[in-house]
């Protein structure tokens, strides 16, 4: 069965938050110190790192779990973005969990 657009979207989305948000862990919040590496908020970039990059792989095997997958994504994304959002100067992040998130609710409806 074919992918929709839809999908194929989402999936660069998926993958481009995974790339973003380990991205600006591993480089800017581990460099920035303070705010960036609380634990709570260091473990939620990562939780979102990892959720993005599964949600790609099972909309990629075309399983129909992704829809769970999908809606667990969107939740960590609004998560990740509020947080970012609250450290501050992780602009990029912000965006790019929030369109994650978008496109995650709707292949989760």
């Known amino acids: 069965m074919a992918r929709s657009e839809d999908m ?7 993958m481009s938050c995974y790339q973003t948000c380990l ?6 919040c581990l460099e920035t110190g303070g705010k960036c590496v609380e634990p709570k908020h260091f473990r939620l970039m990562m ?6 990059r599964t949600a790609a792989h099972f ?7 992704h829809r769970h997958i999908c ?15 609250r450290v ?15 496109s995650c609710r709707a292949m989760a409806a």
Do not use: K, Y
């Open 88 to 102: 501050g100067g992780m602009d990029e992040c912000v965006a790019m969990c929030r369109s994650c998130a978008e």
């Open 47 to 52: 939780a979102c790192a990892e959720i993005c």
């Open 71 to 85: 809606g667990e994504c969107a939740e960590i994304c609004t998560e990740c973005a509020q947080d970012c959002a």
């Open 23 to 28: 991205g600006t862990a591993m480089n800017h």
């Open 59 to 65: 909309m990629l095997t075309n399983t129909p779990h």
């Open 8 to 14: 194929t979207h989402c999936i660069e989305l998926c």
